[in-house]
C-alpha cells in the first residue's frame, strides 16, 4: 500500500515533519480559541502572478507545464511555449481595447484556453472576471453590469445566446468573443501588430496590491457579490500551499507530481490550484466535467498523482464500486470490504499518530484480501497513479475518507470561501487527521468567536467586496474576516466546522440543530441525490429528499425490474424507501436524539442549478427549495 510506505518514510524525514507549527491561544477555562501558523513564505514586494509565465519561460523554457487534450491525446505544452501564447492573446486584448485595470468575463468550462485567458488579461493590466458556464442570463447580467467588463469571452454558441440576452438591456453591452468559434486566434491576429514591449510595460506596471480577480459568490441567498482578490492574496493563498505540499508529495513518494485539473476555473479554488501549479510546473491537464462517469475515463488516460475535487465526487467514485459490486452478485462483500477498510485505516492512523498499536495480524490480512478483490479497482477508477487528494467544498464524511485511506489515497480536507482566496486551513501532509478540516493554512489564523462563529485572518483574506462598502464592513471587523459558519479548535489547533451560522434551526422546543452534519453525511449515501434538513420552529427534524437517478437505475437493475420506469414509481417503492431509512439511520448516528432526523419525505425532480436550487458550487438554496417544496414540508408535520 502506497500511502503507508509513504507516511512511513515521512515519519523518519524529521525536517519535513517539523516545518510547520502552529500557535494556540487558549480562553479562561482552558479552550483552545485562536490557532495561527507562520508563513513559510514571505508575501511578495513587487510584481504579481502575470509573471508567471515569462519566469518559467526565462528560467526552464522546455519545461512541460500543461498538457492539452485533443481527443484523448494530452500534448505538451513548454514553459516557453506558453508564455509566448499568454504574450499574443495579452497583445489582442490590449487591441480590442482593454484599458489598465479594465475587466474581461471569462464565461466558460475548464479547458486549456481558460488558463492562457486568465494569464493573458494579466499580462496585459486587466482584471479577470470569471463567470460559471451554467449561468443564467440574469445571473450574466448582473456580473457583467456590476463589475463593468468590457469583453466578454464565452465558450460556445449556448453561452453566447445567455450573455447577448443577458446583457443585450445593457447601455454599452459588451464585446462577446466565442472560443468554438476561434476567440484565441482571433485575438492572436487583432494583436500581431503591437510589439511584446507594450505586453512587457503593462505587465511591469502591476504590483501585489494591484486587483487580479472579482470573484463572484454563489449566491445561496440574494444577488452574488464580487470578491476583490490582490494579486497578493493569489501568492499568498497558492505559495504557501504549495511549499506546504509539494516537498512532502515530491520526496516522500518519489513521483513526479501531475495533475487533471476539473473544477470549474470560475471557483477560486480551481484558480489557486492552477496558480500553485504553475509556480512549481507541475504537469497539469484540463477536462470540462466534475460529472464522475464523464471524468474516469480522462483520469485512465491522464493518470494524475493528485487531484482537487469535492466531497460529490468521493462520493460518487465509492458508488460506482459498489454498484459494480453488486452487478456482479457481490454487494455483501463490497460491504465488508468497506468494513475492513475502515477499521483497518483508523488502526494504522493511531499507531502512525502513537495513539495506538495498530492493526493486528488478522486485520493485515482481511486488508491484503479485499486490496486485491476491491480497493486496487478504486485506485484503477481514479487513474491507477493517484496517491493523493484534497477535498473541499463542504464536510467530507469521515468513513469515506478513511476508506479511501485504507484504498491507498490519503484525502486531506481543506475548508476556505471565495473571501479567503480558498483554503484557509487544510489538514497537514504528515498530520492526517480524517473527519477535520485541517489547521491554519500557512500565514493565517483562525478564532472562535463567543457565539462559535469562525473568524479567519492572514494574506489570503480578501480586502473589499466589489461596489458594495455595506457588505464588506458587516464581515471585515479590522484584520478578522466573518465567515458566517460555526467551527471548534480541538487541542492541537485542527477546525471542525459544525454548521452554517444562518442555517441554524431552532425547533418549537429550543433545541439548536445544524442540518449541515446530517446533510453530508445523508447524501454521502445511496440512492440519496440532494437533501434539506428542516424544523425550525417544528416540533422536530425533518428531511427533504430526492433520489439519485443514476441510483436508482442500479438498485432496480440488481432486482431485475424495469430499469426506465418512471422515477416516481420509486418513490412509492417501499424497498427503495427502507434503503433511504438506512441513509437516514446512518445520518442520525452522527447527533443526539432531539437532532435527529424522525421523519423524511421523497420528493420528486432534483436539486439542479437548472431549477435554481442549487449554486454553481452545488450548495443548496435553502430559501428556494422551502418554497418550492413548502407544501411537502407542511405534510411532514400533519402525519
Request: glycine letters at 8%; aromatic letters at 6%.
Amino acid at each position: 500500500m502506497g500511502v503507508r510506505k509513504d507516511l512511513k518514510r515521512a515519519k523518519r524525514r524529521t525536517d519535513l515533519a517539523s516545518r510547520t507549527k502552529v500557535e494556540l491561544t487558549r480562553d479562561a477555562a482552558g479552550a483552545v480559541r485562536e490557532a495561527r501558523t507562520a508563513p513559510m513564505v514571505a508575501p511578495p514586494t513587487a510584481g504579481s502572478i502575470a509573471d508567471l509565465p515569462f519566469t518559467n519561460a526565462a528560467e526552464a523554457p522546455d519545461a512541460v507545464i500543461l498538457r492539452r487534450n485533443s481527443q484523448g491525446d494530452w500534448r505538451p505544452v513548454t514553459a516557453q511555449a506558453f508564455a509566448a501564447e499568454v504574450t499574443a492573446v495579452a497583445k489582442g486584448l490590449i487591441a480590442t481595447g482593454l484599458e489598465q485595470g479594465g475587466r474581461v468575463g471569462v464565461m466558460s468550462r475548464t479547458r486549456y484556453e481558460w488558463t492562457v485567458l486568465d494569464f493573458a488579461v494579466w499580462a496585459a493590466g486587466g482584471v479577470t472576471v470569471p463567470i460559471y458556464a451554467t449561468s443564467s442570463a440574469d445571473q450574466v447580467d448582473w456580473i457583467v453590469r456590476d463589475s463593468g467588463a468590457t469583453l466578454l469571452v464565452v465558450e460556445n454558441p449556448e453561452n453566447a445566446d445567455t450573455a447577448t440576452t443577458g446583457t443585450a438591456p445593457h447601455p454599452h453591452p459588451p464585446r462577446i468573443l466565442q472560443l468554438d468559434a476561434d476567440a484565441v486566434p482571433e485575438l492572436i491576429a487583432l494583436g500581431a501588430g503591437l510589439s511584446d514591449d507594450e505586453v512587457t510595460k503593462r505587465r511591469a506596471s502591476l504590483t501585489p496590491d494591484t486587483t487580479a480577480t472579482i470573484c463572484y459568490t454563489s449566491g445561496t441567498t440574494g444577488r452574488p457579490k464580487g470578491c476583490v482578490l490582490t494579486h497578493a492574496n493569489l501568492h499568498a493563498e497558492a505559495a504557501n500551499l504549495l511549499e506546504l505540499l509539494h516537498p512532502v508529495f515530491k520526496e516522500v513518494t518519489g513521483q513526479t507530481a501531475s495533475t487533471l485539473l476539473f473544477l470549474p476555473l470560475a471557483h477560486i479554488m480551481g484558480r489557486t490550484l492552477q496558480i500553485a501549479c504553475l509556480m512549481a510546473r507541475i504537469e497539469t491537464g484540463h477536462f470540462p466535467s466534475v460529472r464522475p462517469d464523464e471524468l474516469r475515463p480522462a483520469l485512465k488516460e491522464f493518470r494524475p498523482t493528485f487531484v482537487v475535487g469535492v466531497p460529490y465526487l468521493f462520493e460518487r467514485i465509492h458508488d460506482a464500486g459498489r454498484a459494480t459490486a453488486e452487478k456482479l452478485g457481490r454487494g455483501a462483500s463490497f460491504d465488508r470490504a468497506e468494513r475492513i477498510a475502515v477499521r483497518f485505516a483508523e488502526a494504522y492512523l493511531n499507531r502512525f499518530l502513537d495513539r495506538g498499536k495498530g492493526p493486528g495480524p488478522g486485520l493485515y490480512a482481511a486488508w491484503a484480501l479485499y486490496d486485491l478483490l476491491v480497493y486496487r479497482r478504486i485506485r484503477g477508477e481514479l487513474g491507477g497513479r493517484l496517491r493523493y487528494a484534497i477535498s473541499g467544498g463542504s464536510p467530507l464524511d469521515r468513513t469515506l475518507s478513511l476508506f479511501f485511506y485504507a484504498a491507498g489515497i490519503i484525502v486531506y480536507e481543506g475548508y476556505g470561501l471565495t473571501e479567503t482566496t480558498a483554503a484557509a486551513t487544510l489538514v497537514p501532509p504528515l498530520e492526517p487527521r480524517p473527519g477535520t478540516v485541517g489547521r491554519p493554512v500557512p500565514g493565517t489564523a483562525v478564532r472562535i468567536a463567543d457565539d462559535g462563529e469562525v473568524l479567519i485572518k492572514g494574506g489570503v483574506v480578501f480586502g473589499a467586496y466589489w461596489n458594495n462598502p455595506t457588505a464588506t464592513a458587516e464581515v471585515l471587523a479590522g484584520d478578522w474576516f466573518a465567515t458566517g459558519d460555526l467551527g471548534s479548535l480541538d487541542e492541537d489547533g485542527y477546525l471542525t466546522i459544525t454548521g452554517r451560522k444562518k442555517d441554524i434551526l431552532v425547533t418549537s422546543g429550543g433545541k439548536n440543530v445544524s442540518p449541515a452534519v446530517l446533510e453530508d453525511r445523508l447524501r454521502s449515501r445511496s440512492p440519496v441525490g440532494q437533501c434539506l434538513v428542516v424544523g425550525d420552529n417544528r416540533p422536530f427534524v425533518a428531511a427533504l429528499v430526492t433520489l439519485d437517478p443514476d441510483a436508482v437505475a442500479h438498485w432496480r437493475a440488481v432486482r431485475k425490474l424495469p430499469v426506465d420506469a418512471p422515477l416516481a414509481d420509486a418513490i412509492g417503492d417501499p424497498r427503495l424507501r427502507a434503503e433511504v431509512q438506512r441513509a437516514v439511520d446512518y445520518a442520525n448516528e452522527a447527533v443526539s436524539r432531539a437532532e435527529s432526523i424522525r421523519s423524511f419525505t421523497l420528493v420528486e425532480g432534483e436539486f439542479n442549478e437548472a431549477n435554481g436550487l442549487l449554486t454553481p458550487s452545488l450548495k443548496v438554496k435553502r430559501h428556494a427549495v422551502t418554497a418550492k417544496y413548502a407544501e411537502e414540508i407542511e405534510a411532514l408535520y400533519r402525519k
